[in-house]
């Protein structure tokens, strides 16, 4: 694409609009605004033209103004009330100190624009300037009402600790990633790990490229409020009905809501199926030494386990491992008296599981030291004593409603 065809022809640059919908309400709650250029009838993404290192900032920028003005006039004649979300590279957002792009919207809030429904979308993405300039502009533009949404990050960059400085309105995930057979848990704990920081903040999760219907169920059971793609809504030129969709988004959600249903009941069946049986385990022992409970449980959850062990209310472990490996089940005695807890949640589950007097089923996780998917039932033995019984994955995965 020839960037001086484009800026000869500036009347054929056009903004086209990518609906995304919310789950809470089943409808388009706003629109990301994209370029295109029409050229001899062939319609042509920008995209290219401002991921271009060889075309000029200020050639870019032009552009970028250009699609600005032309998709705030559309959204002006619109009796809607929606978001407007505009990318904007943190370059080209701090081209000449960021003062134009402000000074257009607020021009159109002159003529009734309310700048809240704005959300800009700041990618970082190879930036050498001033971070802190950039900052403070992004604070100064919410004085407006503005939000914020980051888009993407330079992988170079802190990811977390830019949200952290930020604390952005809107964090947008891109899953182009679970099109790839190499997608593991490092990616699910990730967005677990996003969805606890965006809700300590208080901002919303946004998924987009949504291709397929298991991306969009992905989005959801990980805490999307909204969503985004070809699935949904491919861009277009003008605004679309925005219950257009409600009928299917409800039915879709439903199915979900049922789905997760199944789940949960299949996670307390199986966590009061441990209950009683590690109960019976324990009474039957008497518990006169930890070798004859272990050797009890290790005949009962042969196929269920692959470590056990005893700590006290502070932690401390007071028994050894008893871990299957390759050869069978086997003892690590140096393991006696190292403290867990340092583990999120450990304190907090002692007392859940003293105060109500019954065992607990853990989320999934990532082993430290096999790298397992796993699962954790703790259960308390007495007041002072806590029993810490692993998951095999074998079992999760037969059951995999545990999964």
């Known amino acids: 694409m020839d960037a001086l065809d484009i800026l000869t022809d500036l009347e054929n640059v056009i903004p086209f609009f990518q609906p995304i919908f919310s789950a809470d309400e089943h409808r388009v709650i706003g629109y990301e605004v994209l370029g295109r250029y029409i050229s001899e009838n062939q319609l042509t993404s920008l995209g290219s033209f401002f991921q271009d290192d060889q075309i000029p900032e200020e050639y870019k920028f032009e552009v970028d103004q250009l699609l600005l003005v032309k998709a705030l006039e559309k959204a002006l004649e619109s009796n809607e009330d929606f978001y407007i979300f505009l990318n904007r590279t943190a370059d080209l957002l701090m081209y000449n100190h960021g003062e134009p792009f402000l000074n257009e919207l607020l ?203 005893v700590c006290d209310e502070d932690g401390f472990q007071q028994s050894p491992n008893f871990f299957k490996g390759k050869d069978g089940w086997g003892i690590q005695k140096e393991y006696i008296n190292k403290n867990w807890s340092w583990r999120p949640y450990f304190l907090e589950n002692i007392f859940k599981m003293r105060n109500e007097k019954k065992g607990i089923l853990s989320d999934l996780y990532s082993d430290i030291e096999t790298g397992e998917t796993t699962r954790t039932f703790s259960f308390p033995m007495n007041p002072t004593e806590f029993l810490f019984i692993d998951i095999a994955y074998n079992y999760l995965f037969e059951h995999d409603d545990l999964l």
């Open 107 to 309: 021009a159109f809030e002159k003529r009734g624009l309310n700048l809240q429904r704005i959300v800009l979308e700041i990618s970082e993405q190879n930036y050498q300037g001033d971070i802190n300039q950039l900052d403070h502009l992004l604070q100064y533009y919410r004085t407006y009402g503005i939000k914020i949404a980051i888009a993407r990050i330079d992988s170079d960059s802190n990811y977390f600790d830019r949200i952290g400085q930020l604390e952005p309105d809107i964090l947008k995930i891109n899953l182009q990633v679970l099109k790839s057979t190499t997608t593991g848990t490092a990616f699910n704990d990730i967005l677990f790990s996003l969805s606890l920081l965006a809700r300590k903040i208080g901002a919303t999760l946004l998924f987009e490229n949504i291709e397929m219907e298991y991306q969009l169920h992905f989005a959801w059971k990980n805490g999307g409020r909204y969503y985004q793609g070809y699935y949904l809504s491919k861009p277009a030129s003008e605004f679309i009905e925005h219950d257009l969709l409600k009928d299917r988004l409800k039915e879709k959600f439903h199915d979900f809501i049922l789905y997760g249903k199944k789940r949960l009941e299949s996670f307390y069946s199986t966590s009061d199926f441990f209950q009683v049986k590690v109960q019976e385990i324990i009474l039957k022992s008497k518990k006169t030494s930890y070798e004859e409970l272990f050797e009890l449980l290790m005949k009962e959850m042969d196929q269920i386990a692959f470590r056990m062990y």
